[in-house]
């Protein structure tokens, strides 16, 4: 049985982790954290866990949580990961880092959008932990940078096309849609019931902190530089991410051609889904599952193909993904914990 900690237990992405972990047959979570909630039991702070975790969650100390888990999630905000991540690493324990923190190949680049980085000589260690793409890497690797919510979608949405050349890359625009649970469980004005019911805005237009994450992954699977128009919205529900990926073709193919390519692309991969032509994905069919639904059509008056992509964003998008990662990391199956169905209605 594998001794995992939850470090950061208390946000979204942490009662996430802990709802699935609760049905992974090889994990037991032996060290939760919390600093704002340390003291209090798990099921004080999330009372639809109040059956399956009796822990205290305790304050964050990185030598003791080494001593409790050999595998760590830190599902911290960013900049405070990398404080205790190189802590349980020398420690000899395996991490998912769910924060940006270990997300980018450059220093420099992670630094013009978030903050200096503390240890970025441990980068190229990091492998950024999309599955259906870096598979092989995740599991020789000791260090995860669990992908962020928007870049998942994204990316696994124009993959196919970019691995193939069948886009122009300089022609990219993704327009995405968030839950309101993706700007966290802290208590923000422009997060608050009055200011989300009933409406619907953009928000870090031109300067959102998951840009320059998505076109690092967009470059790789190019062979060269990608710069993207990347628009995030908040709308009014719980969960739940659409991107909707706008590119012109370069090369004339048909829905069908496209299809297919996708098909083979992701026809070994449990939780990328192909929709058939003519169907599109809904969050609504997502809701709950690490699931990433979608589909596509081409635009034969502007030339532009049009791929929807649907994910949860905090299983997918965050804990879900994370999971999937540590079954890599360590030799489970890949779907372990991860198979229950999209709650719908």
């Known amino acids: 049985m594998l001794k995992v900690a939850v470090v950061g237990a208390s946000g979204y992405t942490g009662i996430e982790l802990l709802r699935i972990l609760s049905g992974h047959s090889e994990v037991a979570v032996t060290c939760v954290t919390s600093e704002r909630s340390a003291g209090k039991t798990v099921a004080e702070i999330f009372p639809s866990v109040r059956e399956r975790y009796t822990q205290v969650l305790e304050p964050l100390k990185p030598e003791r949580v080494a001593e409790k888990a050999d595998f760590i999630f830190t599902a911290l905000p960013h900049q405070t990961a990398m404080d205790v991540v190189p802590v349980f690493l020398e420690k000899g324990k395996k991490v998912v880092d769910l924060s940006a923190d270990y997300r980018f190949l450059d220093a420099e680049l992670y630094a013009a959008w978030y903050q200096p980085h503390k240890n970025p000589e441990m980068l190229v260690k990091a492998v950024y932990g999309l599955p259906e793409i870096r598979r092989a890497a995740i599991a020789e690797t000791d260090l995860v940078g669990n992908p962020g919510c928007y870049p998942t979608s994204i990316i696994l949405g124009l993959a196919p096309l970019l691995r193939n050349g069948l886009v122009d890359h300089r022609t990219i625009i993704a327009d995405s849609k968030s839950a309101a649970s993706g700007a966290g469980r802290g208590a923000k004005v422009d997060t608050l019931f ?101 589909g596509l059509t081409i635009d034969r008056r502007t030339g532009r193909i049009i791929v929807v992509s649907a994910i949860d964003n905090l299983v997918k998008g965050a804990s879900g993904q994370a999971v999937q990662n540590m079954n890599i990391m360590n030799g489970f199956p890949e779907n372990l914990g991860l198979e229950s169905l999209p709650l719908f209605p």
């Open 194 to 294: 009055c200011e989300v019911n009933e409406g619907f805005k953009a928000y870090g237009i031109a300067a959102h902190r998951h840009t320059p994450e998505i076109e690092q992954e967009l470059s790789l699977l190019a062979g060269e530089q990608v710069t993207i128009s990347f628009t995030p919205h908040l709308v009014p529900m719980d969960r739940g991410i659409l991107s909707t990926i706008y590119g012109t073709l370069a090369k004339d193919v048909s829905v069908e051609e496209v299809l297919s390519l996708y098909d083979d692309f992701y026809g070994n991969e449990e939780f990328v889904r192909i929709l058939p032509a003519g169907a599109y994905p809904s969050t609504l069919h997502v809701r709950g599952s690490n699931f990433c639904d979608i």
